[in-house]
């Protein structure tokens, strides 16, 4: 194990300085890819080891940094999940990168990138298995700089260098309140080592405790991407190279949840009810402003990332299912929602990590991300065309994938509690349960929209037209990622037992076990039973057996292939076919209320006649009411702040030692007075 | 084993049965409007037609566009594995709630607008567009008529619910019911695709919904579609008559009570066809954006149900 974990750290090590010292860009690619699959698979490695053996595993290095404690890890079972979540995406996105980032070569430097990559891997890695309070903020502070610098790698684009800077204060921002967090929890610690801040916080006043908890939410929360602290999401990830969207969206944003079930379930062991109906309501409002978002997209990655703030509330809501349950003492219905939540989790990881990758084939082929200029590539990409379609599938919760069994999951966890006589339990989870719907039925419209309008039909540009397969190794990653999302769907049995185990011990949660009625999910807390297993045999089969009824009894005499018909038009161009604007078009006027779409019609009619018309422009967006409502009024304070601390920044030397002195002197009475 | 071979037969009756149910309304709503009406089986001699034809195909369209029919078709024979048609309780009980019933039939609508975006053609992309956005709003309220009954039956899966309204014969007329029924019998017209939300005898390629989204399929494969949309009109009825009006299901598996079951399941059928035949009869289709109202309509009523379950428990 100790072995294993060396073996880790040591390949994105490796990886990362072979990549910055390779002599050339080729060289530079395929050490990357090398650190960055050892790496990951000896990540994966110490995950399942720990989780078939049990044992826990600590490192300690005292010595290093010793005021703080030193460096610390420690692999338990709710880090070694995190950490399986990370090798699980990390491969395929190495394989992929290796192929996808030739097309960097010359124009930005691909030794930086590749060292990048493999110190956010590490940091990534090391993040859940940090045992201290020390690492832990060193490894987030790491992975929040690596990312950094990877959503910068195509830095010669204006909108990357604006999403970076959200990027970079809204992490620091969640920085600051997860140190805070963390300040306060220590303050009855004899060390800042988890263990002790466990036993710590027995003893913490409810109101500090409560404190905590809300300092995590918003510190983490805005790591995760929940609404209103998802700003940065929708700017960032698409900017990055796109296997490091991949690893973004489908990974670092649930170490945002990593942190929250630290903190809350482990270190705080859950609080009082509305700790959970919190989360529930931040998780809701995720799912739902998310998916409405992403269904007004026209750029593919920006719409697979509003789908990433989708999902990551459909976890919250499980998550905060579960904390509301423990605090009602309903531990199965605890540890089903918790269960739920984690299994929707890692499903996201897997189908959001394929999901990227083929928008960056996509991307790679074509050269732009505008699905309006999209079209035909099932037939120029077959492959990614593949990948994909087996993606949306599985995000948009449809049977026999991963997505639609975790959906399944979070729907039974919600029963219990509307069964609940706890006040406003009740209705709160039949809310909750409009919202999961609701969200599910958005999501498969939305998914409908990504796909059809970028993989069929005709092609809408020269680009889409000239589009060209992705090369093996991109293949490669995207496949592995594709057979996860089947598997992790038929083996819900194994995931959900296993997942009992890691979450058990935390809290007060016993550990339950499926009652495996054969291949049948059946979950203690549950109230339904349902085998995803069987229902994919059944879906194959079936289909399976009307393609062979179908040749046998009624081939009829052939096919022809011939025009679409249209109406007895002359021919068809791309140019009539239904856009990514025009299929959202019935859900834009449904929800206008929230969109508040402007319109902006210039016809310019011929000069000869006002019945001719020589071009029509119409123009729409919709209110962008977080941006301009919450986050301008705070961007305009702090730009006036800045201009007034302009006036102290003389740029002289003399000037800034006398403020040194002044500083100086003013402790020096501070203390003075306090002594006196 | 006996519960295998129902297991099969239920399938097998599902699918035959199906077209005979489309044939009954639009018998029923052509007697109702004057006309003569061609007989109840005209559907089944549509589909020996089709299956005999010419399968013409867009030469924009890729392979999705030929496999859609069979995931549609292949999804709802799946979904009637699952569905209380005859007798409870089965064996596949446990291997399908209702949540999964109402996702592998919305696995289906996924591949069909799909199918209806690939050839190009502006109608497929509108149906497509129309289809999926009144498959999304029609959803929550699915969700809370599931929960609706779930709660009084303590399990989603439909064995059970059955199970619970045969014993408690009083739940059926509970307010938690009714309500529950409304609300999924308005999602039920939505999602077939019937009046007031879409017209399946339109000629008229703007208003239509369902229909534009299959104008490009001929032959076979639309043979497929259309025996598919009569199978998801049969699931919806057999949920609204058997899991609301549970009486005459066969529980002892005997061959008496199976003949009563199959009696008393064309009864429901003729009497939900007669009620929606009546309807078409009686009301216009709504404007496209007055759709959402109506199904804002069933959800509301969906809360209720879930709510007056929940208090009257």
């Known amino acids: 194990m100790t072995l294993l974990f060396g073996l880790m750290v040591t390949g994105y090590a490796f990886g990362a300085v072979a990549a910055a010292l390779s002599p050339n860009d080729r060289a530079a690619r395929l050490l990357t890819a090398s650190g960055t699959v050892v790496g990951g698979g000896a990540g994966l490695a110490v995950a399942f080891g720990h989780f078939a053996s049990g044992a826990p595993l600590a490192l300690e290095a005292p010595a290093l940094l010793s005021i703080a404690d030193g460096l610390a890890f420690r692999v338990d079972a709710l880090g070694a999940f995190f950490l399986a979540l990370v090798g699980l995406v990390a491969v395929p996105c190495g394989i992929y990168g290796a192929g996808y980032s030739a097309a960097y070569e010359g124009r930005y430097s691909l030794r930086f990138l590749g060292a990048m990559l493999n110190l956010f891997l590490l940091t990534m890695s090391l993040v859940p298995v940090a045992g201290n309070v020390l690492t832990f903020l060193l490894m987030w502070e790491g992975m929040s700089l690596t990312s950094y610098f990877l959503v910068m790698t195509e830095a010669n684009e204006p909108d990357t260098v604006q999403a970076g800077g959200w990027y970079l204060a809204m992490t620091h921002g969640g920085l600051a309140l997860v140190l805070a967090a963390f300040l306060l929890l220590a303050g009855g610690a004899a060390t800042t080592s988890f263990a002790d801040l466990r036993t710590a916080a027995a003893t913490l006043s409810p109101a500090t405790r409560n404190a905590v908890f809300l300092l995590a939410v918003l510190g983490f929360g805005s790591k995760a991407g929940i609404v209103p602290l998802h700003v940065w999401l929708p700017r960032a990830h698409p900017a990055a190279p796109s296997h490091v969207s991949a690893l973004m969206s489908a990974v670092m944003i649930k170490l945002g949840v990593y942190g929250l079930l630290r903190v809350g379930l482990d270190l705080l062991s859950g609080g009082p009810a509305w700790w959970g109906a919190l989360l529930i309501g931040l998780g809701g409002l995720s799912a739902v402003l998310g998916v409405l978002y992403a269904l007004m997209e026209n750029d593919l990655k920006r719409l697979l990332a509003y789908s990433s703030v989708e999902n990551i509330g459909l976890v919250f809501i499980g998550v905060g299912t579960g904390f509301l349950s423990l605090s009602l003492g309903a531990v199965p219905a605890a540890m089903l929602a918790l269960s739920a939540g984690l299994y929707h989790a890692l499903n996201h990881a897997a189908f959001k990590g394929l999901l990227f990758l083929g928008a960056g084939s996509v991307l790679h082929a074509t050269h732009t991300r505008d699905m309006n200029r999209l079209g035909g590539l099932i037939r120029r990409l077959p492959w990614t065309a593949l990948f994909f379609l087996i993606g949306s599938l599985a995000i948009a919760g449809l049977p026999p994938l991963n997505g639609f069994v975790s959906e399944w999951l979070l729907f039974q966890s919600l029963l219990p509690g509307i069964g609940s006589s706890a006040p406003l339990v009740a209705p709160l989870m039949t809310l909750a349960v409009g919202v999961l719907a609701l969200t599910g039925g958005l999501a498969a419209a939305g998914f409908v929209k990504a796909f059809g309008i970028t993989f069929l039909a005709i092609p809408r540009s020269p680009a889409a037209e000239h589009a060209h397969e992705a090369p093996g190794s991109m293949r490669m990653g995207m496949g592995i990622l594709a057979v996860a999302c089947a598997g992790l769907g038929l083996a819900a049995v194994p995931i959900m037992s296993g997942l009992g185990s890691i979450l058990a011990g935390h809290a007060g949660l016993a550990a339950t076990t499926p009652r495996l009625g054969g291949l049948s999910l059946s979950m203690p807390g549950a109230v339904g039973q349902m085998s995803p297993t069987l229902v994919a045999l059944g879906l194959v089969v079936a289909t399976a057996g009307v393609w062979i009824g179908v040749r046998l009894f009624a081939r009829g005499p052939g096919l022809r292939v011939d025009e679409t018909w249209g109406c007895g038009r002359i021919a068809q161009t791309p140019r009539m076919e239904y856009t990514s604007t025009a299929f959202a078009e019935p859900l834009r006027r449904v929800f206008a209320g929230l969109y508040r779409p402007t319109k902006d019609l210039s016809i310019d009619f011929h000069p000869e006649s006002r019945y001719f018309v020589q071009s029509i422009e119409y123009r729409s967006e919709i209110v962008p009411w977080f941006e301009r409502y919450l986050y301008a009024p705070v961007i305009a304070r702090v730009r006036w702040w800045a201009i007034g601390t302009r006036a102290i920044q003389s740029g002289s030397v003399h000037a800034y030692l006398t403020y040194l002195v002044l500083a100086l002197l003013g402790l020096l009475v501070v203390l003075l007075v306090q002594g006196a | ?313």
Not at chain 2, 17 to 27: E, H, K, N, T, Y
Not at chain 2, 137 to 147: K, Q, S
Not at chain 2, 229 to 257: C, D, E, Q, R, W
Not at chain 2, 288 to 302: I, K, N, Q, T, Y
């Open chain 2, 1 to 313: 084993m006996i519960g295998y071979v129902l297991e099969v037969a239920q399938a097998a009756l599902a699918l035959l049965l199906a077209p005979g149910v489309v044939g009954l309304i639009r018998w029923m709503k052509a007697r109702l409007q004057n006309r003569r009406g061609a007989p109840v089986w005209q559907p089944y001699r549509e589909l020996a037609k089709l299956f005999q034809k010419e399968v013409v195909v867009s030469n924009n369209a890729s392979w999705l566009f030929r496999a859609a029919p069979f995931v549609v078709f292949g999804s709802a024979v799946t979904v009637t594995l699952f569905v209380p048609i005859l007798a409870v309780p089965l064996p596949f009980d446990g291997v399908g709630d209702l949540l999964v019933v109402v996702y592998l039939l919305l696995l289906g609508t996924f591949f069909l607008s799909l199918a209806g975006l690939d050839p190009g053609s502006p109608f497929g992309g509108m149906g497509a567009s129309r289809e999926m956005t009144i498959a999304a709003l029609a959803e929550p309220t699915v969700a809370l008529a599931i929960f609706a009954l779930a709660l009084s039956a303590g399990s989603t899966n439909l064995g059970q619910i059955v199970a619970r309204t045969m014993s408690h014969p009083g739940a059926a007329l509970s307010p938690g019911h009714l309500l529950a029924f409304l609300a999924l019998f308005i999602v039920a017209l939505a999602e077939t695709g019937r009046l007031p939300i879409d017209n399946p005898a339109t000629h008229l390629e703007l208003t239509m919904i369902h229909e534009a989204m299959v104008l490009e399929y001929s032959g076979r494969y639309l043979a497929l579609i259309e025996w598919a949309a009569a199978v998801k009109l049969l699931v919806f009825f057999s949920l609204l008559g058997n899991l609301f009006v549970p009486a005459g299901i066969s529980m002892a598996l005997t061959p008496a009570t199976l003949a009563i079951a199959v009696v008393t399941l064309l009864a429901k059928f003729a009497v939900l066809a007669g009620a929606v035949a009546i309807l078409e009869t009686r009301i216009a289709k709504l404007r496209l954006f007055r759709v959402p109202e109506l199904l804002s309509v069933s959800f509301v009523l969906g809360l209720l149900a879930v709510t007056s379950s929940f208090l009257l428990r």
